[in-house]
């Protein structure tokens, strides 16, 4: 079993900075082992979808509602993941979660932390 927490969620006004991060912790073969690890954002009334996902090699792919805006990283030494979100929009506000996809198996979940962009 995997373990994910997340922190570094608030409010913050239009035009402003956050960074997220998700700490993985339980299962060192699922951790250690090729995986895939993103953030996923649930707006009311909306599904949830993909920000952004990056592989334990450290490639990267985004929704393009962020490109230039978002950046995720990892650290593998950490078993951490980051999204630093530059030049908020209202639209931006949401429950954003993390999400571990081992190579094989169901995937993990964090708990969600809120992002709420409002001036």
Do not use: H
Not at 21 to 42: E, H, L, P, V
Not at 60 to 65: A, E, I, K, L, N
Not at 97 to 102: D, I, K
């Amino acid at each position: 079993q995997v373990q994910l927490v997340e922190s570094g969620g608030g409010l913050v006004q239009p035009g402003g900075s956050l960074r997220l991060s998700c700490a993985a912790s339980g299962s060192i073969s699922i951790i250690s082992s090729f995986n895939t690890m993103g953030w996923y954002r649930q707006a009311p009334g909306k599904q949830r979808e993909l920000v952004a996902r990056i592989t334990r090699g450290g490639t990267t792919g985004s929704v393009d509602s962020v490109k230039g805006r978002f950046t995720i990283s990892r650290d593998n030494a950490k078993n951490t993941v980051y999204l630093q979100m530059n030049s908020l929009e209202p639209e931006d506000t949401a429950v954003y979660y993390c999400n571990l996809r081992p190579r094989y198996g169901n995937d993990y979940w964090g708990q969600g932390t809120q992002v709420t962009v409002s001036s």
